[in-house]
């Protein structure tokens, strides 16, 4: 990951292994990103163009949008969208994003 906080990092990194899943070095072109998102299993991000190129892929996504951004948010993706309404991402209730996330690798998991 490119840039981060080493917290952030090992938080993130702690979620993947939780979930048994890997964590990518973000790219840094758009085209090598969608070609990521094109090979994924799954996708779980924050609303971003990653979350409209898992849309486009059809691949199953759990999406963490801002409440007031629902009308953007990925069209006709299987999986999730958690609209959250707290100030940061990081208030957003930790039980909410993990029971979301168990529900996306049961239905879509290998």
């Known amino acids: 990951m490119l840039n981060f906080h080493p917290l952030k990092v090992a938080a993130v990194e702690r979620v993947a292994d939780d979930?048994?899943?890997?964590?990518v070095e973000i790219?840094?072109?758009?085209?090598d990103a969608f070609a990521l998102v094109g090979t994924s299993d799954m996708v779980f991000t924050p609303?971003?163009?990653?979350?409209?190129?898992a849309s486009a892929f059809r691949k199953p996504s759990l999406v963490l949008l801002k409440r007031e951004h629902k009308p953007y948010?990925?069209?006709n993706t299987p999986g999730e969208i958690i609209a959250?309404?707290?100030d940061e991402i990081h208030q957003l209730p930790y039980e909410r994003v993990a029971e979301a996330l168990e529900r996306l690798?049961?239905?879509?998991?290998g």
């Open 19 to 23: 979930a048994a899943c890997v964590t």
């Open 73 to 75: 948010a990925p069209w």
């Open 27 to 31: 790219p840094t072109a758009l085209r």
């Open 105 to 109: 690798l049961a239905a879509f998991g």
């Open 84 to 86: 959250w309404h707290e």
């Open 47 to 53: 609303d971003t163009s990653i979350s409209h190129a």
